[in-house]
């Protein structure tokens, strides 16, 4: 059972973390410099509802490996390392839930009114917090493999 929480656990953190800079390094840049507002915006809020449904679906298998692997060893005998991983994942996962409930939701309604200019702005508030959440997930990476 350790190595599957492991695996899984792994799994979800890849591919979370490896979607956010699939967004943030091909997808985006190439979309913004290709793509008139219109149809970027629209393809862009398109490609984010799908990515969301995978990400929510990943933050619940990473909270469940994630408990299962600690109280398995138990919180006072994991690596401090952990216990960062622990602290920077609940941080990723709250900046995620305002992300997707605050500009997500805001960029949807505009691209459904045609607003471009305010669906450009709640983008723009979007890259930025995916960027915050993938500086914030090499930290993460960084302190269970560096801290023991």
Do not use: C, E
């Not at 840049?29 to 509802?49: I, K, S, T």
């Not at 600690?70 to 390392?81: C, D, E, F, Q, T």
């Amino acid at each position: 059972m350790p190595a599957l929480a492991k695996f899984l656990h792994l799994a979800a953190a890849l591919f979370w973390v490896g979607g956010m800079g699939f967004v943030l390094l091909a997808l985006r840049p190439v979309v913004h410099a290709q793509l008139a507002p219109p149809v970027r915006l629209a393809l862009m809020a398109a490609v984010l509802r799908r990515f969301f449904v995978v990400v929510w679906l990943g933050i619940a298998l990473l909270l469940l490996t994630g408990m299962h692997m600690l109280v398995s060893v138990g919180m006072r005998s994991a690596p401090l390392g952990w216990h960062y991983m622990l602290g920077l994942g609940l941080l990723m996962m709250a900046v995620f839930a305002h992300l997707y409930f605050v500009p997500y939701r805001r960029l949807q309604r505009a691209v459904a009114a045609a607003d471009w200019p305010l669906a450009g702005r709640h983008m723009a508030s979007i890259a930025l917090l995916v960027k915050i959440n993938f500086a914030l997930a090499w930290f993460a990476i960084a302190a269970v493999i560096l801290i023991k």
